[in-house]
């Protein structure tokens, strides 16, 4: 069943991680403003609680959950709603967002045991209190955990899969977490394995991270089938379907979810966020953020208040060089730009990566010259060069029957074409089309 | 503690002065990019294509460079003055222009290289729309066309002159006339003797090169080393050179087997004539060869099969331009029906199903 520790295809970007694998999370001091976008997870935006003028304290709702797949949001410092109005956001739009003025003068401690204690809590109580206490996936997605821990009774699930592969270059912020959380992360499996009621956890780890692996081998439980599974260095080794296919053999098929194959994946950092939570009592606030990439002066992993804005990040980081001319949120294989220093860095922003003019620069772009590389390099075996030739020319229906909607957009294609297309753009906004006209129709 | 300003920003320090003067920039993920370009893949191309050259220059002389040269001339320039701006720089035309130098004969006339040269680019690229469109081997296309052209030039093949610096034949014709009749013996192709006379030529002179036959063709060992290179490289598809050995090889060898006296041996049909260069360098053209790995084995095999088949049944002594356009025409449809099985999903699907 454990044949290879890795997938087919998939593509060998420079690491880049050595800027801040060593570096000790720091805690940064809370800035004067916090910017808590209603829109911070996959789903239904959060309903707004609060009005221009109220007082909140650390913990504090300031939204509700609106609907199944959708969680509240908490005021992540003490001090006065400013206002409710449109902010950028991450994803390069205009967001409802909650403008918080923090007290300087406020201790910032929070309500105490906003999350009660786990032990005599029902798997089903555990899942509302993960809702409540406003945990996503921490790995970029931000898809609402709790949904997750609830499986159909018709899809048996009999293994959880830790993904700690953080495949993508630069990022440092699982590999802090399980380094220095080992404790929170075993913990956390422990409460998400009763919710689930598995009884296997596989860790998958890439193999660059040998601090880590050590580390989580030397928790593991005792009493529980917990297991450490190094992985090949590869992008997009930390993709759902290719850790799944790594960890179990089987490949998750097509449209379907990992439930379908019997498993559940939790990126790591969201499970020392369940551990951390019916440890600590504090709902989600604030989370680890590797602000790096050679044009930041002081690249590091720092514990950040959910909401702080890019501005205040850099600026602790003391500021980026001359060189710098981009700012990407989550990886740069698919992490998004960002125009805006006053944009907020929410539950789902794994890192700031900066970048420098010789890296992030316009390319001449040439014809395709079909040379099969993109073929090669995809994950999921699409005809990328086919996917191309047809997006260029507007043709969506024939790119759905080229299975367009398997692409998860991870962007090996665009990284490996030698005439620059950007071929995972137009895969993405082709995607685009397709729903728009299938909710249309 | 600063002093927010007047929109609520704090105030920038000094030292933050880089920030306050960020221009940011926007552009779509990945935000990193690996080192190859295309300009990158064709100018190794180019690179690789000069020892060979070197060692052509080396047994007929001048000639070579001459043929050659003329041959990139014609290419090039059609492409400076047709194509789309500064496609030139890519090196794909130098290319075509290089190799079609290659597969001619040295004595050939220059203005008939130069023309081949033009039509390559312009009927064989550019009228399909430049890099990346056309359906066949720009080079072969030329070579195709001075075939069908200049017929007797093209299969005039000189034997060793007195010096190193005498033509291998009327390189100087001007243009629209034809060569004036040789001064010089010529001589036939191991393939045109085995062909016509039945003589075989020794394997290690056919793998050094050493022989009579188009300028770049001959010196088998270094073309499979300049190409292994770039397949090293991954500036071609290893796949399509190994299975047109392998297919040539199992073929050849089950004739040989059969009737040794009455068919080549095998390492013979791999060493003669232009298979070599056509593996490596003709087949292999990213442009015209299938984007997917199955489909780069079949149109191999089927390149293999139809040069033995030409080279053993046909009426000509050499078929590897024909067996490559041939399967040239194949690549569309060979793409469509190789593939790849979709991550998830049944490796075929069902036939019913779809109805």
Request: hydrophobic share 45%.
């Amino acid at each position: 069943m454990l044949g290879s520790s890795t997938f087919r295809h998939g593509v060998h970007p420079p690491e880049s991680k050595h800027l801040t694998e060593k570096v000790r999370v720091r805690r940064m001091p809370f800035p004067d403003e916090i910017v808590l976008p209603l829109r911070q997870h996959a789903g239904k935006p959060a309903r707004l609680l609060v009005k221009a003028g109220d007082r909140v304290e650390r913990g504090d709702k300031v939204a509700e959950a609106d609907g199944f797949v959708s969680v509240p949001i908490h005021a992540s410092a003490a001090g006065t709603v400013k206002d409710i109005r449109l902010c950028p956001h991450p994803d390069g739009s205009m967001a409802e967002s909650v403008v918080i003025a923090v007290d300087r003068f406020s201790p910032q401690v929070p309500r105490p045991r906003i999350v009660p204690r786990w032990e005599g809590l029902s798997p089903k109580q555990v899942v509302e209190e993960v809702q409540k206490a406003g945990v996503v996936g921490l790995g970029g997605a931000a898809f609402p955990t709790h949904v997750k821990l609830l499986p159909p009774d018709d899809m048996p699930v009999h293994t959880l899969i830790i993904n700690g592969a953080e495949c993508e270059p630069y990022l440092t912020t699982d590999h802090r977490t399980m380094v220095e959380y080992p404790a929170r992360v075993q913990f956390g499996i422990r409460i998400m394995m009763k919710a689930l009621g598995v009884d296997k956890a596989v860790i998958g780890v890439e193999k660059n991270k040998p601090d880590a692996i050590s580390r989580l081998q030397d928790t593991l439980p005792d009493d529980l089938d917990v297991s450490v599974l190094p992985l090949t260095v590869k992008y997009p080794q930390g993709a759902e379907k290719m850790l799944i296919k790594v960890v179990t053999g089987r490949e998750v098929p097509s449209g379907k979810l990992p439930m379908h194959v019997g498993v559940v994946v939790q990126n790591v950092g969201s499970i020392a966020c369940i551990g951390e939570i019916f440890e600590t009592g504090y709902p989600l606030i604030e989370r680890i953020v590797t602000v790096t990439g050679p044009g930041v002066r002081r690249p590091s992993n720092l514990l950040v208040p959910v909401g702080t804005r890019l501005r205040d990040v850099l600026e602790f980081c003391e500021g980026v060089t001359d060189e710098a001319t981009q700012i990407v949120f989550g990886g740069p294989m698919m992490g998004a730009a960002q125009p805006d220093l006053d944009t907020p860095l929410i539950k789902g922003t794994t890192g700031v990566v900066v970048l420098t003019k010789d890296q992030a620069r316009s390319v001449e772009r040439y014809p395709c010259i079909h040379c099969g590389r993109c073929l090669e390099a995809c994950p999921v075996f699409l005809n990328p060069s086919l996917l191309g030739t047809q997006a260029q020319a507007g043709r969506y229906d024939e790119m759905e029957a080229a299975n367009l909607m398997d692409c998860m957009l991870c962007g090996c294609c665009s990284y490996v074409c030698p005439s620059h297309i950007p071929l995972s753009q137009m895969f993405a906004l082709g995607k685009n089309m397709l729903r728009k006209r299938k909710a249309a129709a | 503690m600063s002093v927010p300003g007047p929109d609520g920003r704090r105030a920038t320090s000094p030292d933050l002065d880089s920030m306050a003067e960020l221009r940011l920039r926007i552009a779509a993920s990945p935000h990193l990019r690996s080192s190859h370009s295309t300009p990158r893949i064709m100018w190794n191309v180019v690179g690789s294509l000069v020892p060979i050259l070197a060692v052509a220059t080396y047994y007929f002389g001048p000639s070579a460079l001459l043929v050659v040269g003329a041959a990139t001339i014609g290419a090039v320039l059609t492409e400076r003055l047709f194509g789309r701006k500064g496609s030139t720089g890519d090196g794909s035309a130098v290319i075509t222009g290089l190799l079609l130098g290659l597969i001619l004969p040295p004595g050939f006339p220059m203005w008939m290289a130069f023309l081949g040269g033009v039509f390559g680019i312009a009927f064989g690229k550019l009228i399909f729309g430049g890099l990346g469109q056309n359906v066949f081997n720009p080079a072969l296309l030329g070579r195709a066309f001075l075939q069908a052209a200049f017929p007797i030039a093209i299969t005039t093949w000189p034997v060793q002159p007195a010096t190193w610096w005498s033509l291998r034949g009327d390189n100087f014709a001007l243009p629209l006339m034809s060569p004036s009749a040789p001064d010089i013996a010529t001589g036939a192709t191991p393939l045109g003797l085995m062909k016509f006379e039945g003589l075989p030529t020794g394997t290690w002179d056919l793998m050094i090169g050493s022989t009579a036959g188009s300028i770049g063709e001959t010196a088998g060992l270094l073309i499979l080393l300049c190409g292994g290179y770039l397949a090293l490289r991954k500036y071609l598809d290893w796949r399509i050179p190994a299975s047109i050995f392998l297919t040539v090889l199992a073929f050849s060898g089950v004739l040989y087997a059969i009737g040794p006296d009455r068919f080549p041996n095998p390492l013979f049909m791999l060493f003669s004539g232009g298979l070599m260069l056509g593996a490596m360098y003709m087949a292999t053209d990213m442009v015209t060869s299938p984007v997917t790995p199955a489909g780069a084995w079949i149109f191999g095999a089927g390149i293999g099969l139809l040069v033995v088949l030409i080279r053993v049944w046909g009426g000509l002594p050499e078929g590897v331009m024909y067996a490559i356009l041939f399967m040239n025409a194949l690549v569309p449809f060979i793409n469509r029906t190789t593939q790849p099985r979709v991550f998830g999903k049944p490796r075929r699907k069902p036939k019913g199903a779809e109805a």
